[in-house]
Structure formats: structure tokens, C-alpha cells
């Protein structure tokens, strides 16, 4: 990474260094609440647009020109290395990815093949365009982590219980590991070649993590999340780790390997260092939905957040989860305004 994308407030605060001023970025800035967004995409499906290196510079750039957020987050989505090897799977409005079989037996899990960069070619050139008119605003780049991948795959599509998910995880376990096996050396090579192309820090989203227990968080998904982070290390990026509900699996997202923990709007951030512990930087939290309130709502709340955030050890401003689509963009710009005046030093 460059020296001066190195000393940025954001990757300061992932290392837990001090920071002229708290770093914020929003989950899902790219896309869906921007008319400059809406107005691209008008007539490309998804998954064309992410295939794109123009429109993924564009998208990409948007919400960082509009809002001066302190780091860009690649337009993408989890599924897309899933695609690029074969799966035949597509992204429908309003619903998310959709397998059009879903995998549930062995031959399956084998037809699932590994990750090069030659199967993501259009990844390693917009990220290479990215870093170039970023400058020294980071590009946090990212992919899903084997769990979340896991239940789009066996569901077929999205899901409120994982309960095919869970059935394959108990009872039929050498399966499981099987898959999460398979998945785990697609992301690791993902998010590895996506930090080749210029990345300057990365983000494994295990977004529906939190329907799990601890008990077989430990078993069953972070073997799988530990050697992600492991295999990462040599690349000397700050890595994240972010799912949703996972207030009980906090301490156990962090062992396995993150620098720098997400938290959802659901356990208050000098409470969640506390459960982290030593050693880890916090990112989040202020809860999506509040963004539907009077600013004057949205500035106490996020004045919380930045307080509560001083217990850890390093602090990224973030929402506790994706920016809902109907959000209305003048509140992320007061808001990106609000967390760099307040926590400026
Ligand atoms: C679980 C998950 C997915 N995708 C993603 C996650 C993890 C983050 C999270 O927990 O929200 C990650 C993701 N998806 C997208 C990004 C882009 C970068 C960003 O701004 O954060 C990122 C980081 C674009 C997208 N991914 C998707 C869209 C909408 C596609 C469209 O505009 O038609 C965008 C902009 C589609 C998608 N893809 C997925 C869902 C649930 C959806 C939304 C379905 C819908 O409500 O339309 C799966």
C-alpha cells in the first residue's frame, strides 16, 4: 500500500494508532440509495455490472465524491467468485442471489472447483483503475466468508432459519466440513488477489453468522474464518470481520484472526470491547433505521456511538449493518460531516 494511504485516518484506526479524526464508511454505500447509482444500473443486471470495470469504478467512486467518506468499499457482491467458477446462480431485485441448484450432496461440493485470477479478470483491472483515482483514500476490498456463502448455497437462495443449512451442518458434518473447505480456498484466494490488485484492507462479511451458537461457531465455521485470516497475514492489510446478531460470538469473530471487529447496532460499542477484549480495533455501530429519523435523532445517536467507541482500542464509524435503500443520501452527508467534526482532535 502506499505510504499515504498507510497513514490514513482509516488504516490508523484499523491499527489502532491515533487519528486526527474518527474514519467512517458505510456497509452498502455503493448502490441502491443513490440516484447517481440508480441512473447506471438503470438498464444492467447486477451481476453485468459487476463484471464491468467501468461501472465498478463509477459506482465505486460514488458514494466516496458525494459523502468524503474515509475509505471506498469495492462494488461487488459475495456471490461473484461463486459465479466466476461455474455456479449457476443470478442476483434478482428486491430478493438477492438465487442458486438455480442448490448444493446439498458431494458430487456438488466437488464440482466446486478453485479460484484464480484469471477467472476474475475484470476485479484485478478496476481495482488497479480504483487505487489510481482513490489516491490515498483506502479501497477496503471484501468478500463473503464461508458460513453466509454456505446457506446461499444449500438454501438456493436467501433465508430467514438456515435450516438446510443447519441440517447438513448436524447431520451430516463431513459434508459440511467439505464445503466449508472448498469455500474457504476460494475466499482466501478472492480476497488474496483482490490485495494484489491494490486493496488496502479487507472485509469478511458472515453476514447470517449470527443464527449460530458459540458452541458451534467454535466447531463447524471458525476453523474456516481462522485460516481466511491466517492466509491473509503476510499482506500486511488491516483485516475485518463483520456479521449480523452476533453479539454472543463477538470475542470468537475476533480470535479468529480479524484486526478489527464489526458490531451490529445491537450491543453497545464500550460493551462489545469489553467482550473483544485487548488487542482489536471495533467498527459500527450505529443502528440503519435511525437514519429514517430527524437529524437531530441521528446526531445524539451517532454522538453515543463516538463516545461509546472511545473503550476501544481503535475506532471505524460505520452503521451496524448495509445502508437501507430508501435512505435519503443528505442524511449519510450530515452524518459523514457530523462523526469527522465531533471526533476531530
Ligand atoms: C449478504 C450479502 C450479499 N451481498 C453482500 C452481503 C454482505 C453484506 C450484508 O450483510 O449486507 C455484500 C455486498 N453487496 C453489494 C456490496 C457493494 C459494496 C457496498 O456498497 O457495500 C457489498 C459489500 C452490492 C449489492 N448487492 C446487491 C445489490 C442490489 C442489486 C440491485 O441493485 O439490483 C447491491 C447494490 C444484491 C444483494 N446481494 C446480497 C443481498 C442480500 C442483496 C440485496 C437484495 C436486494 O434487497 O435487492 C447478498
Known amino acids: 500500500m502506499n505510504p499515504e494511504t498507510a497513514e490514513s485516518p482509516f488504516i490508523r484506526a484499523c491499527r489502532r494508532l491515533p487519528v486526527p479524526h474518527t474514519p467512517v464508511w458505510y456497509m452498502r454505500q455503493a448502490g441502491r440509495s443513490l440516484p447517481e447509482y440508480r441512473a447506471v444500473r438503470a438498464e444492467v443486471p447486477m451481476l453485468t455490472a459487476c463484471a464491468t470495470p467501468d461501472l465498478i469504478v463509477e459506482i465505486t467512486m460514488q458514494p466516496v465524491r458525494r459523502y468524503g467518506v474515509d475509505a471506498a468499499i469495492f462494488f461487488s457482491d459475495i456471490v461473484v467468485p461463486l459465479k466466476a467458477i461455474g455456479v449457476d446462480l443470478d442476483i434478482q431485485p428486491g430478493v438477492g442471489p438465487v442458486v438455480a441448484d442448490p448444493i446439498r450432496d458431494a458430487a456438488a461440493v466437488a464440482a466446486l472447483r478453485d479460484l484464480s485470477p484469471g477467472d476474475v479478470p475484470y476485479v484485478t483491472e478496476a481495482i488497479g483503475a480504483l487505487t489510481k483515482e482513490l489516491g490515498s483514500t483506502?479501497?477496503?476490498?471484501f468478500a463473503g466468508a464461508p458460513f453466509t456463502l454456505a446457506s446461499y448455497l444449500i438454501e438456493g437462495g436467501p433465508s430467514k432459519n438456515h435450516d438446510h443449512t443447519k441440517a447438513m451442518m448436524y447431520g451430516e458434518p463431513a459434508?459440511?466440513?467439505?464445503?466449508?473447505?472448498?469455500?474457504?480456498?476460494?475466499?482466501?484466494?478472492?480476497?488474496?488477489?483482490?490485495?494484489?490488485?491494490?486493496?488496502?484492507?479487507?472485509?469478511?462479511?458472515?453476514?447470517?453468522?449470527?443464527?449460530?451458537?458459540?458452541?458451534?461457531?467454535?466447531?463447524?465455521?471458525?476453523?474456516?474464518?481462522?485460516?481466511?485470516?491466517?492466509?491473509?497475514?503476510?499482506?500486511?492489510?488491516?483485516?475485518?470481520?463483520?456479521?449480523?446478531?452476533?453479539?454472543?460470538?463477538?470475542?470468537?469473530?475476533?480470535?479468529a484472526g480479524a484486526?478489527?471487529?464489526?458490531?451490529?447496532?445491537?450491543?453497545?460499542?464500550?460493551?462489545?470491547?469489553?467482550?473483544?477484549?485487548?488487542?482489536?480495533?471495533?467498527?459500527?455501530?450505529?443502528?440503519?433505521?435511525?437514519?429514517?429519523?430527524?437529524?437531530?435523532?441521528?446526531?445524539?445517536?451517532?454522538?453515543?456511538?463516538?463516545?461509546?467507541?472511545?473503550?476501544?482500542?481503535?475506532?471505524?464509524?460505520?452503521?451496524?449493518?448495509?445502508?437501507?435503500?430508501?435512505?435519503?443520501?443528505?442524511?449519510?452527508?450530515?452524518?459523514?460531516?457530523?462523526?469527522?467534526?465531533?471526533?476531530?482532535?
Open 138 to 141: 483506502p479501497l477496503i476490498g
Open 175 to 255: 459434508l459440511w466440513h467439505a464445503l466449508m473447505d472448498r469455500l474457504t480456498e476460494i475466499t482466501l484466494a478472492y480476497l488474496r488477489l483482490q490485495v494484489d490488485a491494490g486493496a488496502s484492507a479487507v472485509q469478511l462479511f458472515d453476514s447470517w453468522v449470527g443464527a449460530v451458537a458459540p458452541d458451534d461457531y467454535r466447531e463447524f465455521v471458525l476453523p474456516y474464518a481462522g485460516r481466511i485470516f491466517a492466509g491473509l497475514a503476510d499482506l500486511d492489510v488491516p483485516r475485518i470481520h463483520f456479521g449480523v446478531g452476533t453479539g454472543e460470538l463477538l470475542a470468537l469473530l475476533g480470535e
Open 259 to 345: 484486526d478489527v471487529v464489526g458490531v451490529d447496532w445491537r450491543v453497545p460499542l464500550d460493551e462489545a470491547a469489553r467482550r473483544v477484549g485487548e488487542g482489536k480495533a471495533l467498527q459500527g455501530n450505529l443502528d440503519p433505521a435511525v437514519l429514517f429519523a430527524p437529524f437531530e435523532v441521528v446526531e445524539r445517536r451517532a454522538l453515543d456511538v463516538l463516545a461509546r467507541g472511545r473503550a476501544a482500542e481503535g475506532h471505524v464509524f460505520n452503521l451496524g449493518h448495509g445502508v437501507p435503500p430508501t435512505t435519503d443520501p443528505d442524511q449519510l452527508a450530515r452524518l459523514t460531516d457530523l462523526v469527522h467534526e465531533a471526533s476531530a482532535r
